[in-house]
Each structure stands twice: as structure tokens, then as C-alpha cells.
């Protein structure tokens, strides 16, 4: 057997350029394929980050029916009760209330329809971080009847930290809504939809101001485990009855997820043509070593080497080849993976729009995630393999005195 192995070792460097040319088809498919499936799962993943750390969470809680009527009339009152309900679930790792509406925002003869989210300053910084985005100002005091404005959002209204923000609504059954707001803080946003219409303030302050005391439109949850996430709805529906809806990310962001199914499709597509190409080119090269040694073959069984045995030499090389191309493919194509992981592309025009269409930022990250370098690696060791399926028929079945001619 090690006799068979050492053969196998000289037959692939007697003809170095064939050997290398094998080897290079390999190479640039791992590459091209982990180049193209990084790119897409790392943007998959910001999206669904983005969407979870920064809008819905991974689960929220509303009163039945409120998603499909988003109303200040749709809320339900807050309870201590029910958020300790909700934690004595173990995947649960954090509860964030908020009571989100839409308000006119003015200031002298300015004025601009904005997003009013009123939340828990120290609930909310722990979700989304939101206190890392103040550029400008500071992040929520002691003090009532301050306000967060969106970068984007101050400059059009050409408002600062200090200044004061009108805001007019409708509250709860119809109540005027009114108020005069102190700016603590400016934020920054990536997401240039969010950074053009937010409005932060506290949640009792919005509670106030849209006349609902007590009164939530949702319970944003975190998770310890993502991919519990179904079972963890399951038993929050279970457990809090008829009179609330409990919905994923998922359901919330249908455009979001439609839109990476419909995407990752496409990829896939792709990819099987990649995959195609490379595969022809494989066989073509196995082919184009099997008849160039056709007189080799002959001369080898001629001698009393069992053809089985021939078969395998030839499957050793192959291997060869295929675990040096793959090895190589992923080696080189690491250290570029990991530089666009921590530096995205960014992105223009109409790709730039689709991403924030989808509320993600505009950016391309690659994924690290070992599973995508194990899979792309795996498939292309099997498309090498069906590639020697040839080879190995012809030494079993090719006639000596025809191969010694050539034939």
C-alpha cells in the first residue's frame, strides 16, 4: 500500500504543468465560491442584526391586532406582572417596553413628520446601544421632557443639542398631543432612513405627551439563543393568552426576508454555474491526463500491476490534487475575507438605495462563519472526485494492445 502511495507521489510531479493546472482549477473555485458565499451570508447577517439590535428585536409583544393597525389606540397597558411572565422564560435575555407613534416635529417655520419612540433610556442603550450613536450633546439625564433628534433629522430642522423641538400629534382616543422638548443629545445613525426621522424620548414622557399613561405599543425581547427562536414564540403565545400578539422578527420584516431568500437564490444560481464551469474544466483536465497516459497504463498492467491497484494510484492522485487546491483556495482567500469582514465595501447608487429600502446599512460585509469555508471546501473535494469516475472506468475497461498504439 505505501509502495502505491509513493507512485501516486512521482506520477503527479512527472508532469508538473498538468499537475498545476489541475490543481489551479481547484484553487479558483474554492475561491471565486468562498468569495461569493462570504459576501452574501455577511450581508445577510447585518441585515438581520440591523434589524433585530436596532428596530424589532428578535420577539415583541403587542396587543392583539395592533400590528395590522398601528395605532396609539392599539396599545395595552404595562404590567410588572407581565414582563416577569415573559423572563421566566430561560432563552429570554432582556426586555425592552417602548410606546412608538408619529408626531409633526417643528421648529420656527420648519417642520418635518418624524418617528417618536418612547423607551427606557437604560433598557434601550443595553438593546441597541443607541448610547454609542450621541455625536453630539449627551445621552438621557434626570431631567423630564428631553428629547434624541436623528443627525440628518436636527440638521433639516437646523436644530442643535440645547435647542428646543416642537412636537404635535394626536393621542390616545383622539386627545391633543403638544409639547415643547429640551434636545439633550443628537444621534447618528448608519442607516440613513433612521437617521433622517428619529425621535427618542423617555417612555414616561411619551406616555405623557400622548396622553396614554401606562401604555405600551410593544415589548421588544432579546434572546440568548437565535435559533430557538420559533420554540421560544411558541411558548410565549402559550403563555400569554388571546389578548396579545406575539410575532418574529421575521413576520415583522417580511420585505427583509423575502428579499435575502430571494437573493441567496440568485446566489445559489450563480454559484451552481461557478460550480458547472469548474466542474467541466476538472473533467476536461482529468480527461486530458487519462489519454495522454494511455501507453503508461498499458505498460503498468502489461508488467502485472493489477488494474485495481492502478485505479487507486490514480485516486491518490487525485485526492492530492484536490486537498492541495482546497487548502490552497482557503489559505488565500482568508486574509481577504477577513480584511472586507472588518472593512465592508460601501456601496452607491441604486445597490446603496436597495439596502436602505430594507432599512440595513449600505455596505457589503463578508462573513466568517466556519461553516460557509467547510461547505464550499466540501463541494468542490466532491465535484474532483466525480471528476476521477472516468479515469478509473477507463483503466478497468481499456484494451492493452489499443492503448500501446495509442488507440
Same mark, same amino acid.
Given at each position: 500500500? @505505501? =509502495?502505491?502511495?509513493?507512485?501516486?507521489?512521482?506520477?503527479?510531479?512527472?508532469?508538473?504543468?498538468?499537475?498545476?493546472?489541475?490543481? +489551479?482549477?481547484?484553487?479558483?473555485?474554492?475561491?471565486?465560491?468562498?468569495?461569493?458565499?462570504?459576501?452574501?451570508?455577511?450581508?445577510?447577517?447585518?441585515?438581520?442584526?440591523?434589524?433585530? @439590535?436596532? /428596530?424589532?428585536?428578535?420577539? $415583541?409583544?403587542?396587543?392583539?391586532? !395592533?400590528?395590522? @393597525?398601528?395605532?396609539?389606540?392599539?396599545?395595552? $397597558?404595562?404590567?410588572?406582572?407581565? &414582563?416577569?411572565?415573559?423572563?421566566?422564560?430561560?432563552?429570554?435575555?432582556?426586555?425592552?417596553?417602548?410606546? %412608538?407613534?408619529?408626531? #409633526?416635529?417643528? /421648529?420656527?417655520?420648519?417642520?418635518?413628520?418624524?418617528?417618536?419612540?418612547?423607551?427606557?433610556? &437604560?433598557? =434601550?442603550?443595553?438593546?441597541?446601544?443607541?448610547?454609542?450613536?450621541?455625536?453630539?450633546?449627551? !445621552?438621557?439625564?434626570?431631567?423630564?421632557? %428631553?428629547?434624541?433628534?436623528?443627525?440628518?433629522?436636527?440638521? !433639516?430642522?437646523?436644530?442643535? +443639542?440645547?435647542?428646543?423641538?416642537?412636537?404635535?400629534?394626536?393621542?390616545?382616543?383622539?386627545?391633543?398631543?403638544?409639547?415643547?422638548?429640551?434636545?439633550?443629545?443628537?444621534?447618528?445613525?448608519?442607516?440613513?432612513?433612521?437617521?433622517?426621522?428619529?425621535?427618542?424620548?423617555?417612555?414616561?414622557?411619551?406616555?405623557?405627551?400622548?396622553?396614554?399613561?401606562?401604555? #405600551?405599543?410593544?415589548?421588544?425581547?432579546?434572546?440568548?439563543?437565535?435559533?430557538?427562536?420559533?420554540?421560544?414564540?411558541?411558548?410565549? @403565545?402559550?403563555?400569554?393568552?388571546?389578548?396579545? %400578539?406575539?410575532?418574529?422578527?421575521?413576520?415583522?420584516?417580511?420585505?427583509?426576508? $423575502?428579499?435575502?431568500?430571494?437573493?441567496?437564490?440568485?446566489?445559489?444560481?450563480?454559484?451552481?454555474?461557478?460550480?458547472?464551469?469548474?466542474?467541466?474544466?476538472?473533467?476536461?483536465?482529468?480527461?486530458?491526463?487519462?489519454?495522454?497516459?494511455?501507453?503508461?497504463?498499458?505498460?503498468?498492467?502489461?508488467?502485472?500491476?493489477?488494474?485495481? +491497484?492502478?485505479?487507486?494510484?490514480?485516486?491518490?492522485?487525485?485526492?492530492?490534487?484536490?486537498?492541495?487546491?482546497?487548502?490552497?483556495?482557503?489559505?488565500? /482567500?482568508?486574509?481577504?475575507?477577513?480584511?472586507?469582514?472588518?472593512?465592508?465595501?460601501?456601496?452607491?447608487?441604486?445597490?446603496? &438605495?436597495?439596502?436602505?429600502?430594507?432599512?440595513?446599512?449600505?455596505?457589503?460585509?463578508?462573513?466568517?462563519?466556519?461553516?460557509?469555508? +467547510?461547505?464550499?471546501?466540501?463541494?468542490? #473535494?466532491?465535484?474532483? *472526485?466525480?471528476?476521477?469516475? !472516468?479515469?478509473?472506468?477507463?483503466?478497468?475497461?481499456?484494451? *492493452?494492445?489499443?492503448?500501446?498504439?495509442?488507440?
Amino acid at each position: 500500500m @505505501k =509502495e502505491l502511495f509513493i507512485i501516486a507521489w512521482r506520477n503527479l510531479w512527472r508532469n508538473k504543468k498538468r499537475t498545476l493546472i489541475t490543481m +489551479a482549477s481547484v484553487f479558483f473555485a474554492v475561491f471565486l465560491a468562498l468569495l461569493m458565499r462570504t459576501m452574501q451570508y455577511g450581508t445577510y447577517n447585518m441585515m438581520e442584526r440591523d434589524a433585530v @439590535k436596532n /428596530s424589532t428585536g428578535y420577539i $415583541q409583544v403587542h396587543a392583539d391586532g !395592533y400590528w395590522n @393597525k398601528k395605532t396609539i389606540n392599539n396599545t395595552f $397597558q404595562s404590567s410588572p406582572d407581565l &414582563e416577569d411572565t415573559i423572563r421566566e422564560l430561560e432563552n429570554v435575555t432582556s426586555i425592552t417596553p417602548r410606546l %412608538e407613534s408619529f408626531a #409633526l416635529g417643528s /421648529s420656527g417655520d420648519l417642520t418635518k413628520g418624524v418617528a417618536v419612540i418612547g423607551t427606557e433610556p &437604560e433598557r =434601550e442603550n443595553h438593546m441597541t446601544g443607541l448610547k454609542k450613536r450621541v455625536v453630539e450633546g449627551a !445621552y438621557f439625564g434626570d431631567a423630564k421632557n %428631553e428629547v434624541l433628534l436623528a443627525k440628518k433629522l436636527a440638521e !433639516y430642522l437646523e436644530l442643535g +443639542a440645547g435647542d428646543t423641538l416642537v412636537l404635535l400629534s394626536q393621542g390616545y382616543h383622539g386627545a391633543t398631543a403638544a409639547g415643547k422638548y429640551l434636545i439633550r443629545g443628537i444621534l447618528d445613525f448608519s442607516i440613513p432612513m433612521m437617521n433622517s426621522e428619529m425621535v427618542y424620548m423617555k417612555l414616561e414622557d411619551a406616555q405623557y405627551f400622548y396622553a396614554a399613561p401606562g401604555h #405600551l405599543s410593544s415589548l421588544s425581547i432579546m434572546l440568548r439563543d437565535p435559533g430557538r427562536l420559533e420554540e421560544t414564540t411558541a411558548r410565549l @403565545k402559550k403563555i400569554l393568552g388571546p389578548d396579545y %400578539e406575539v410575532m418574529t422578527w421575521k413576520q415583522m420584516m417580511t420585505a427583509l426576508v $423575502q428579499g435575502i431568500q430571494s437573493d441567496n437564490i440568485s446566489g445559489l444560481f450563480m454559484l451552481g454555474i461557478l460550480y458547472l464551469v469548474v466542474a467541466f474544466g476538472i473533467f476536461g483536465t482529468m480527461l486530458m491526463m487519462t489519454m495522454e497516459r494511455k501507453k503508461e497504463f498499458a505498460v503498468m498492467v502489461s508488467v502485472g500491476m493489477q488494474r485495481s +491497484a492502478l485505479a487507486f494510484i490514480l485516486l491518490v492522485e487525485t485526492l492530492c490534487i484536490a486537498f492541495a487546491g482546497v487548502i490552497t483556495g482557503v489559505a488565500v /482567500s482568508l486574509p481577504v475575507i477577513a480584511y472586507f469582514h472588518e472593512n465592508p465595501i460601501e456601496l452607491t447608487g441604486a445597490a446603496a &438605495e436597495a439596502m436602505i429600502d430594507f432599512n440595513a446599512e449600505p455596505i457589503l460585509p463578508f462573513s466568517l462563519d466556519a461553516f460557509i469555508f +467547510a461547505n464550499q471546501a466540501l463541494v468542490v #473535494l466532491i465535484l474532483t *472526485l466525480l471528476a476521477i469516475i !472516468y479515469p478509473v472506468y477507463f483503466v478497468f475497461r481499456f484494451n *492493452l494492445m489499443r492503448a500501446f498504439r495509442g488507440k
